[in-house]
Nanobody
Framework: QLVESGGGLVEPGGSLNLTCVTS????????MYWVRQAPGKELEWVAD???????YYGDDVKGRFIISRDNRKGILYLQLRAVKPEDTGMYYC????????RGQGTFVTVSS
């Protein structure tokens, strides 16, 4: 199970922290992903982090977002910094890059 939280309304340039609490599988052995879907657009890979903490980012978020994980607690994080209106969308924690196995999502709105 994957349960995201932390979404909400944030002004452009602001920050937000997303959390994904996991259960039911061996979290510490899996690469984990954040994907997002903007209104009217397809699902998009945002970032991923390996079981040992190697992180990779999409070009749109590189340098602004930080993905991290706590293997003891089975929790995945995404720090959003310097957000832009185009970051608006539903953010999902996922077990694959394409979001085939994902949670219910948490919505982020970037607006003034």
């Amino acid at each position: 199970q994957l349960v995201e939280s932390g979404g909400g309304l944030v002004e452009p340039g602001g920050s937000l922290n997303l959390t994904c609490v996991t259960s039911g599988f061996s979290f510490d052995f899996h690469t984990m992903y954040w994907v997002r879907q903007a209104p009217g657009k397809e699902l998009e890979w945002v970032a991923d982090i390996s079981d040992v903490g190697s992180a990779y980012y999409g070009d749109d978020v590189k340098g602004r977002f930080i993905i991290s994980r706590d293997n003891r607690k089975g929790i995945l994080y995404l720090q959003l910094r310097a957000v832009k209106p185009e970051d608006t969308g539903m953010y999902y924690c996922a077990r694959d890059r394409y979001g085939n196995v994902r949670g219910q999502g948490t919505f982020v709105t970037v607006s003034s």
